[in-house]
């Protein structure tokens, strides 16, 4: 057990990165604010990430392909978070309101 | 067991408890300008993380995009657009709530038991496998060839997607603007 405690394996990250994974998904679903919304998103982003980096040093340590991908995955995740805002602030500058509930015509 | 595993045990328990509780209070929190702050804190012990796991070049990187850049961007989105403030707007308690909640539990509960069942396919789930550990030079030398020279190609894909949607939002900003005038 105290083996299991003190020598930190990919099932720990893997756990941490599930747990993140899940609080974001909450957030998004669950935020009434938009921004909220938002940064909730980069929680799922940086849980993938978390697990990217584990694999890459537990299982791939020598060709580190999860390293190179977890760094696109963040510029990947910037861009995103750069859009989702820029068409957030276009939609503001009609509604007025941060209130997710109230950008019904979204639905389709 | 020496000292090195349990320091490093103690700093991976410590930053995931940060990062959990953190995580939480970003949810939770009424004011979205604290919300930022403990996601901050998230962002920055993911990078340490990413320093445990001897990804320096990744910690940096999310040091400098998460830590840095992505918290300028939401607080000028903040600053936008919190002339009206709305103080109702905070999380959705209603049948969604209990809904999501139970997914979630079933999400974890699901994602759990596959890594346990998993841990009795694969023997690397459990025990540190770490067959080559490299040193710093050989890590960066081989993570800047692995992003320079094999994955040169989405590393070109991934600036010119930046430079498409610098541009195209910009030039959408100008139109919008010449709309409403």
């Not at chain 1, 990430?49 to 040093?57: D, E, P, Q, S």
């Not at chain 2, 000292?3 to 995580?23: D, G, H, K, M, N």
């Not at chain 2, 300028?72 to 109702?88: E, G």
């Amino acid at each position: 057990m105290a083996n299991l405690v003190f020598n930190i394996t990919l099932f720990h990250y893997l756990i941490l990165a599930l747990i993140l994974f899940t609080i974001g998904l909450l957030g998004v679903i669950l935020s009434k604010n938009i921004i909220k919304a938002l940064i909730s998103a980069e929680f799922l982003i940086s849980a993938v990430n978390i697990n990217f980096v584990a694999f890459a040093f537990f299982v791939d340590s020598a060709k580190l392909t999860g390293f190179i991908f977890s760094i696109f995955t963040i510029a990947i995740g910037a861009v995103e978070l750069a859009i989702a805002f820029a068409i957030f602030y276009l939609l503001f500058k009609e509604k007025k309101t941060v209130n997710i509930n109230d950008y019904k015509e979204l639905k389709g | 067991m020496n000292s090195a595993e349990i320091l490093t045990s103690v700093i991976f328990y410590l930053c995931s408890a940060v990062i959990i509780l953190s995580a939480l209070l970003t949810i939770l929190s009424k004011r979205i300008m604290y919300s930022l702050i403990f996601a901050i804190i998230v962002f920055f012990a993911v990078g340490f993380i990413f320093m445990l796991l001897n990804a320096e070049y990744n910690a940096i990187i999310q040091f400098a995009v998460y830590g840095v850049a992505i918290p300028i961007l939401i607080a000028f989105a903040l600053m936008f657009t919190s002339y009206k403030t709305d103080k109702s707007i905070y999380l959705a308690f209603s049948a969604r709530l209990i809904l999501t909640l139970i997914s979630a539990i079933l999400f974890v509960l699901t994602l759990f038991n596959i890594l346990l069942i998993s841990s009795s396919v694969v023997d690397w789930l459990f025990t540190s496998q770490s067959s080559l550990i490299l040193n710093k030079y050989e890590m960066f030398n081989s993570i800047s060839n692995g992003l320079y020279i094999k994955s040169f190609f989405a590393l070109e894909l991934i600036a010119f997607l930046v430079f498409v949607i610098i541009v195209g939002f910009s030039s959408l900003t100008l139109f919008k603007g010449k709309r409403n005038g």
